[in-house]
């Protein structure tokens, strides 16, 4: 008998709805898609998109950006990032959050990763100590966040101040405070496999007067930010805008007219990922063997990707793994290739950041399976995936 076939595509979002569509021609029609390039009786999409954000966000100043890499860009220079320092980052993430500290001429230093898949608070420490680094680039990847109260005292005893990289965190909670708001910036994607889709497109928020008119000079604002809404007093600006550069970053009306309408619906759309990634949950906790992260009560996620570990296995069987569920139509993304794969890479393969080795984080990118878990599809779909994974599982395993 043949076995059971998942037939849907891992890569296919859900359609833009259809009031986002029609906000988006209506800025078509009016040609004013540039975000300063407003009637005198007009707000514009980008300025309204950043007033709602920074209120979902809990945050006095949004400022929207063309993406979450730029944001961390502005965010690094905002903070006073110079060419040459070494800045903190997590080992395990995604290329964007690496690349946005070498944009800026400064170093990588890679942070070791837990059992939990968050960054190790000891090696943290330590490598404060060992660098002086004032910066940490905190990126809360795939949606795990790690004990904040005991990070941000690290941060503080080392006087150094925390940008954290929300891309998996949009809408998620540790304690009851929104991630974004443990550090002095947040930055947000709202790229096509993030919370929100707008292809591509990103947010900063901060309650920081200061970093908010940097950040806003920077984005490239031709002085015109008198027409921003979420943003500090015009005397704020006074030094900033001599002082930074532009960067071209800002978002357009266009996309901020597709974001304001599917962000009254992002509470929602965080309902409908954790049913599904408590489905996946479940079918991994059934299987012996395999470890899934028992998420902390302290934390409430969004579970818009879901990853579990596989035990300490040879090349070739994960290899086998990996392609007997492909076979069955489950697209597993494995962390451990020593060369990059789709939007897999280790740190070790970021070559132009210094030669550095973290033992920990290979070992767990060796044992790491990830797979985003995209809104296409059901909870029923979700549950056929568990019992895939499960029966490849369980025949390699034994
Ligand atoms: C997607 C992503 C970003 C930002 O990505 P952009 O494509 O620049 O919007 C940042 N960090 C992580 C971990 C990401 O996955």
Redo the contacts with the bound molecule.
């Keep these: 008998m043949s076995k059971i076939k998942f037939e849907k595509p891992f890569t296919q979002q859900e359609a833009i709805p259809e009031d986002a569509i029609a906000e988006a021609v209506k800025v078509m029609q009016s040609g004013r898609l540039h975000r300063y390039n407003l009637t005198p009786d007009e707000d514009g999409e980008t300025n309204l998109l950043e007033v709602e954000y920074a209120e979902y966000q809990g945050s006095k100043y949004c400022l929207a950006t063309t993406?979450?890499?730029?944001a961390?860009q502005i965010a690094l220079r905002a903070v006073g990032a110079k060419p040459g320092d070494k800045i903190l980052t997590n080992a395990f993430?995604?290329a964007?959050?690496p690349g946005a500290i070498a944009a800026v001429g400064a170093e990588p230093i890679f942070i070791e990763t837990t059992q939990d898949l968050t960054i190790d608070l000891e090696d943290l420490e330590a490598k404060f100590k060992a660098t002086g680094a004032k910066i940490l680039l905190l990126?809360h990847?795939r949606g795990h966040i790690a004990p904040m109260e005991a990070l941000c005292e690290i941060a503080r005893t080392n006087n150094a101040v925390i940008i954290e990289?929300c891309?998996?965190t949009m809408g998620a909670e540790w304690n009851g405070i929104k991630s974004g708001n443990f550090g002095v910036i947040g930055?947000f994607?709202?790229?096509t496999?993030?919370h929100m889709n707008s292809g591509?497109?990103?947010f900063l928020t901060t309650s920081d007067p200061d970093l908010m008119a940097k950040a806003t000079i920077l984005s490239g604002s031709y002085m015109m930010y008198e027409k921003q809404l979420a943003r500090p007093d015009m005397s704020d600006y006074a030094q900033a805008r001599y002082e930074m550069p532009n960067c071209s970053s800002r978002m357009d009306n266009l996309r901020a007219a597709i974001l304001r309408p599917q962000l009254k619906g992002l509470d929602h759309n965080i309902d409908r990922w954790n049913a599904r990634y408590q489905v996946l949950e479940k079918a991994f906790q059934n299987t012996q063997g395999l470890r899934v992260r028992e998420r902390p009560q302290n934390e409430k996620y969004v579970g818009s990707s879901i990853q579990f570990l596989i035990p300490g296995w040879p090349q070739d069987k994960i290899d086998q793994f990996v392609k007997n569920c492909s076979a069955r139509g489950v697209e597993l993304k494995w962390f451990g290739n020593a060369n990059p794969v789709g939007?897999t890479s280790r740190y070790d393969s970021w070559t132009y950041a210094p030669k550095q080795s973290l033992e920990k984080t290979i070992d767990i990118l060796m044992r790491i399976m990830d797979m985003r878990i995209p809104l296409s599809f059901t909870e029923e779909d979700c549950a056929l995936i568990g019992t895939i994974i499960n029966e490849e599982f369980t025949a390699l395993h034994g």
């Design positions: 993406s979450g890499g730029t961390m993430t995604l964007p959050v990126s990847m990289d891309a998996h930055c994607s709202t790229q496999y993030k591509e497109g990103g939007f």
